[in-house]
């Protein structure tokens, strides 16, 4: 694998087309870095550091600084500075959430198994959008708690709504009935997953987020990038349970007509097999729709940051 020469704050791949960003993400949510320690991590910040200083010893390679960044990207809040902890990065995205994806996915639930897997799933989003939010202005805990506890709503009522109606269809087929309750957690996620953004950053729309210029200087908090920001964010959400919860009973249900008929105990090995890779695409599909380091045209932006740069265009941080 060839490496460019390195750029600090950079990728390696052209984040300005969407394989470039699909390709980027993939790299970012590599589940090896959740193995990395502090020792690590701490070789790999100094390592940064020293390029920026210009003090890096002549023996570092391109791979190494590469290798160093992605590591401190996929640990580190690019705000905050802070750890993120560890279910909420996007590297554990996947393998904390396949788990999660096989419980939504469980065929013939029971009401209490519904309500169950829809509050563990937007309790995992809701940990997964606060861990990677944009961080640059304060927000009171207490309006993170409202909009985890109207996600979790949601989720529920869709759910278990259309679970009810299902079921209490008698003009449907058993048969036809049993394919169409297997979908019942798509819509039910995916109507959640964009209202729980909304919700836990609802907050963004009034108090703004920094824009900055090309070295990451803030310029001033914009109320329309919050709401751009916002927009993006809901629309990959919405996208993102698209994979995970179509391909699964597509690919069970044809797996149940031959395979499972003779090995009834693999169904759940298959399943999870199944979701684990819809999973492992979908989200670098989805979070590669928009940029992370998203740009604005500055005349669109309120008149107080005009009159603060001369630039065309500022940044912010969409977060993931």
């Known amino acids: ?5 390195f750029e600090l704050g950079k990728s390696r791949y052209d984040l300005n087309t969407y394989w470039g960003r699909f390709l980027h993400f993939m790299n970012i949510i590599d589940p090896r870095t959740l193995l990395v320690n502090d020792k690590k991590l701490n070789e790999c910040r100094q390592l940064l550091e020293q390029y920026e200083s210009k003090t890096l010893p002549a023996n570092v390679t391109d791979k190494e600084l590469w290798e160093a960044q992605k590591t401190v990207q996929a640990i580190v809040h690019p705000d905050t500075g802070q ?3 560890m279910p909420f990065r996007m590297a554990g995205y996947v393998p904390f959430g396949t788990p999660i994806v096989v419980g939504l996915l469980l065929p013939d639930p029971t009401l209490k198994q519904i309500i169950f897997w829809q509050w563990f799933n937007q309790s995992h989003n809701a940990g997964v959008n606060y861990a990677n939010r944009n961080a640059t202005q304060h927000t009171p805990v207490s309006k993170f ?5 109207s996600a979790v709503t949601v989720s529920v009522s869709i759910a278990v709504g259309l679970t009810m109606i299902i079921r209490r269809a008698k003009s449907l087929p058993p048969t036809l009935k049993n394919v169409v309750q297997r ?3 798509l819509p039910a996620v995916a109507c959640a997953s964009t209202c729980n953004v909304l919700f836990m950053r609802f907050h963004e729309l009034y108090d703004g987020i920094e824009v900055l210029d090309e070295k990451d200087k803030p310029i001033g908090v914009s109320k329309v990038a919050a709401k751009k920001a916002l927009t993006e964010m809901a629309m990959a959400r919405a996208f993102l349970p698209v994979p995970i919860f179509f391909f699964p009973p597509v690919i ?3 797996f149940e007509k031959n395979i499972l008929r ?3 105990r693999m169904s759940l090995p298959l399943n999870t097999l199944a979701c684990t890779l819809s999973f492992g695409l979908a989200l670098p599909m989805s979070i590669a729709l928009f940029p992370q380091k998203a740009k604005v045209a500055t005349n669109e932006l309120e008149k ?11 940044y912010y941080n969409k977060g993931l």
Do not use: D, H, W
């Open 183 to 185: 979908f019942v957690p």
């Open 1 to 5: 694998m060839s490496y460019p020469p």
């Open 145 to 149: 708690a409202i909009g985890y506890l």
């Open 83 to 85: 750890k993120i902890f």
């Open 304 to 314: 107080e940051i005009q009159a603060k740069t001369n630039l065309p265009y500022v």
């Open 262 to 264: 003779r090995f009834p």
């Open 252 to 254: 069970m249900l044809a």
